[in-house]
């Protein structure tokens, strides 16, 4: 948004120019070179490339819903809905993509008979999505503790609904598991993407309790080799395991 805004006053100077010397403007014109600058600022300001067509393509969208006259409401409940379910990946830099049946059995397996403590044990999905794994333990592992944790409200609501109908006694928490302590838990299963490992096995290291494990699903981190490595589905994308 700053960058479509940083773009619209050279947009607005290069239109004036072509103006002042009688070449035709319309808002096609207006829309493509807006999004051209747009595009151009976010390559000089090195941010992914996929947002490179989404600067090009934003103005030519807003054209266009002008142009079939869709309600303005309409671009407000989709912003809230974008805004539900990314909530902050601008920040954490870790979208939603879920995990499929042949991992959350993988993960079933790895879970221990008994916790440290000789008590249920304790599994946590930090960044529980939709919350499919969460809900796939409980229903296979009624003896075991499982919780989920999630940033973005519209995927919480959704695991929790699920959770609530379901009858599961998989608890679902919306807020941040950076700030949730991990010596709670046996087991604790992250989904995430490389962004977001080194601060993870920072984490890890400091809070886990010897006895527990870290499961990564695809992410590996730098820090340590895995202690043991699984290939959980057909298509061969492992299943990372830290022992502590
Ligand atoms: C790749 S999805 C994995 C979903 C689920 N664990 C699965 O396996 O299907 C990652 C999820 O982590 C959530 N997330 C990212 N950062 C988070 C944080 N700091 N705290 C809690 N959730 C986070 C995202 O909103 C997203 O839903």
């Known amino acids: 948004m700053l960058i479509q805004c940083g773009a619209l006053p050279l947009t607005l100077a290069i239109i004036y120019v072509m103006a002042s010397f009688r070449?035709?403007?319309?808002?096609?014109?207006?829309?493509?070179?807006?999004?051209?600058?747009?595009?151009a600022l976010t390559w000089k300001l090195a941010l992914a490339p996929w947002w490179r067509a989404i600067q090009l393509l934003f103005p030519l969208a807003v054209l266009t819903?002008?142009?079939?006259?869709?309600?303005?409401?309409?671009?407000?409940?989709?912003?809230?809905?974008?805004?539900?379910?990314?909530?902050?990946?601008?920040?954490?830099?870790v979208p939603y993509y879920p995990s499929g049946p042949a991992v959350w059995d993988a993960v079933r397996q790895l879970l221990p008979r008994q916790g440290r403590?000789?008590?249920?044990?304790?599994?946590?999905?930090?960044?529980?999505?939709?919350?499919?794994l969460s809900l796939y333990l409980a229903r296979v592992r009624p003896d075991a503790d499982i919780c989920g944790i999630e940033l973005a409200p519209l995927p919480w609501l959704v695991s929790w609904l699920r959770a609530r109908l379901a009858g599961s006694r998989a608890r679902f928490v919306r807020g941040d598991y950076e700030r949730l302590d991990f010596s709670q838990f046996?087991?604790?299963?992250?989904?995430?993407?490389?962004?977001?490992?080194?601060?993870?096995?920072?984490?890890?290291?400091?809070?886990?309790?010897?006895?527990?494990?870290?499961?990564?699903?695809?992410f590996i981190v730098k820090e340590r080799s895995p202690d043991s490595i699984i290939d959980a589905t057909e298509g061969g994308v492992p299943l990372y395991i830290w022992y502590f």
């Open 65 to 93: 819903a002008l142009a079939l006259h869709l309600p303005s409401w309409l671009a407000g409940a989709v912003f809230l809905l974008l805004l539900g379910w990314y909530w902050s990946t601008f920040r954490t830099q």
């Open 186 to 218: 046996d087991l604790v299963f992250a989904y995430l993407s490389p962004a977001a490992m080194s601060g993870l096995w920072r984490k890890a290291v400091a809070e886990m309790c010897p006895g527990s494990m870290l499961v990564s699903y695809e």
């Open 23 to 39: 070449f035709p403007v319309d808002y096609l014109t207006v829309a493509v070179l807006q999004g051209l600058l747009a595009a």
């Open 117 to 132: 403590d000789g008590q249920a044990p304790r599994a946590i999905d930090i960044g529980s999505g939709l919350g499919g």
